[in-house]
């Protein structure tokens, strides 16, 4: 007697395994985040994300000029605005020479083929920290989406080829796709952070761009009142219809490792491509336990990133993309 089916036969070498390997990881799956900051030659290191850096928009030139030659073709850029420029409605998000704006500029003229992609959402310019204008301790809605509606014009201006609105405010992919189409911008993508969960996980984000919630009386401590609730499944589904149906041409799902069962279930439910964000705290938690030599870094990173796109995810943005496009040799 013998087993009738001897899978291990297919596990029995290095040639076998990538013979019948069912998921393979491209450089074009990755999305690159990239932290901008005002002043010049700056490339300062993020103390809750070890390796990563904001830079300066020279620094930030020469930085997508080595993405590009990696074979990385697509940056998702955010910018850390000092206080004295942030107030309640993020005016100077809309600032035609903001620091935003320049950087769009600035990558589109060091690599012009690269595809930039560009945070909507008022917290960096936000006095108070939070994704919409604050009002009697409440985000108001509709008159959030309307200055991200104004936001993503100036981007689609300066040369933005996508858009991604990662506010979770209602209604919003409607109000921008009808300024974008306005503005003649009919070319211009919105990719949707669609399912985004109010996750404890960014953390080291808050830190990189300082965009925390302030700790004031009457402005709210989080941001659930916006972003999702962890347990819930059901919903993330309702929320990723609802952006397709008002225009998103590509959906987000956010974080990434903890919510794998959400992916693989709108990859299932949808046509539109799917994001997911493999955010800032699943970085910080893998570099400390390498730190301690917990963990075998490059390993766990492949493993993570694979099991991401095993979930279903068409595109991943991570702060591991370098990292990982450098392994894949
Ligand atoms: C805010 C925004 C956040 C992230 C991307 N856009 C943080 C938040 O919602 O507070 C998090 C990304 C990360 O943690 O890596 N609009």
């Known amino acids: 007697m013998y087993p009738l089916r001897r899978?291990?036969?297919?596990?029995?070498?290095?040639?076998?395994?990538?013979?019948?390997r069912e998921t393979i990881l491209t450089?074009?799956?990755?999305?690159?985040?990239?932290f901008v900051v005002e002043g010049k030659g700056v490339h300062e290191e993020i103390p809750s994300m070890p390796d990563?850096?904001?830079?300066?928009?020279?620094?930030?030139?020469?930085?997508?000029?080595?993405?590009?030659?990696?074979g990385l073709c697509a940056v998702l850029l955010f910018v850390k605005v000092p206080d004295d420029l942030k107030d309640n409605k993020g005016s100077e998000a809309l600032n035609a020479n903001g620091l935003m704006q320049l950087a769009i500029k600035t990558v589109k003229n060091a690599c012009p083929d690269m595809l930039v992609m560009t945070d909507?959402?008022?917290?960096?310019?936000?006095?108070?920290?939070?994704?919409?204008?604050?009002?009697?301790?409440?985000?108001l809605n509709d008159e959030s989406a309307?200055?991200?509606?104004?936001?993503?014009?100036?981007?689609?201006?300066?040369?933005?080829?996508?858009?991604?609105?990662?506010?979770?405010?209602?209604?919003?992919?409607?109000?921008?796709?009808?300024?974008?189409?306005?503005?003649?911008?009919?070319?211009?993508?919105?990719?949707?952070?669609?399912?985004?969960?109010?996750?404890?996980?960014y953390g080291p984000f808050r830190d990189a761009l300082d965009s925390a919630p302030v700790d004031l009386k009457n402005v709210p401590k989080d941001k659930k009142s916006y972003q999702m609730d962890s347990a819930n499944r059901r919903e993330a589904l309702k929320e990723t219809q609802m952006d397709i149906d008002e225009g998103a041409d590509i959906v987000m799902i956010k974080p990434g490792l903890c919510y794998l069962d959400i992916v693989r279930e709108i990859r299932d439910a949808v046509e539109v491509p799917v994001a997911v964000y493999q955010v800032s705290g699943e970085y910080a938690m893998l570099k400390a336990a390498a730190e301690k030599g917990w963990l075998d870094h490059d390993a766990?990173?492949?493993?993570?990133?694979?099991?991401?796109?095993?979930a279903g995810a068409n595109i991943i943005a991570s702060y591991f993309a370098k990292d990982a496009v450098k392994l894949m040799g």
């Open 146 to 201: 309307e200055i991200l509606a104004e936001m993503s014009v100036s981007h689609a201006n300066a040369g933005a080829d996508f858009v991604a609105p990662s506010d979770m405010m209602d209604g919003r992919i409607l109000t921008i796709r009808e300024a974008l189409e306005d503005e003649g911008h009919n070319d211009t993508g919105i990719m949707a952070y669609s399912a985004k969960y109010a996750s404890a996980f």
């Open 27 to 34: 450089p074009s799956d990755f999305l690159v985040p990239l």
């Open 7 to 20: 899978n291990r036969r297919l596990r029995t070498s290095d040639a076998v395994r990538h013979l019948v």
């Open 52 to 70: 990563y850096y904001r830079l300066s928009l020279d620094n930030l030139e020469k930085e997508v000029k080595e993405l590009w030659n990696m």
């Open 120 to 139: 909507v959402a008022l917290d960096p310019y936000s006095s108070y920290g939070h994704d919409g204008i604050v009002e009697n301790g409440r985000i």
């Open 300 to 310: 766990v990173m492949m493993e993570q990133l694979i099991s991401i796109k095993r």
